[in-house]
């Protein structure tokens, strides 16, 4: 089985509901996680978080992926030859509680 990943844009503002009010309007659906909203649309997804929470500045966008399986995903970027861990740490995130998923702290 191979390591699936997502394509999540990561919003960040200082006016997390108005970001969410408009992507709405433009057709797309979601669901309140912990520290954000995730919508989905046709061609992908949009998580849009306070800037206070993320740390961001208003405004950024960040690209990331969500996997099921966080060390599975670290190992398949290692083998291909990438490095799985950016400076800034990796993070392995929860978006339902399960035995199965992981969680890792920043580095």
């Known amino acids: 089985m191979s390591?699936?990943?997502?394509?999540?844009?990561a919003r960040?503002?200082?006016d997390p509901a108005a970001v969410v009010r408009f992507l709405q309007a433009l057709g797309m659906r979601?669901?309140?996680g912990e520290s954000s909203v995730v919508l989905c649309g046709r061609s992908g997804k949009v998580a849009v978080q306070a800037s206070v929470v993320t740390g961001a500045s208003a405004g950024e966008t960040?690209?990331?992926?969500?996997?099921n399986d966080?060390?599975?995903?670290a190992d398949a970027l290692a083998k291909?030859?990438?490095d799985?861990?950016?400076?800034n740490g990796r993070v392995g995130v929860r978006?339902?509680?399960s035995s199965s998923a992981s969680r890792r702290p920043r580095a």
């Open 12 to 14: 960040a503002s200082d």
């Open 84 to 87: 799985p861990v950016q400076r």
């Open 3 to 9: 390591t699936r990943f997502d394509l999540v844009l």
């Open 62 to 67: 960040q690209l990331t992926f969500a996997v």
């Open 80 to 82: 291909a030859g990438l």
């Open 30 to 32: 979601g669901e309140n």
């Open 70 to 73: 966080a060390r599975a995903a």
């Open 95 to 97: 978006r339902r509680p």
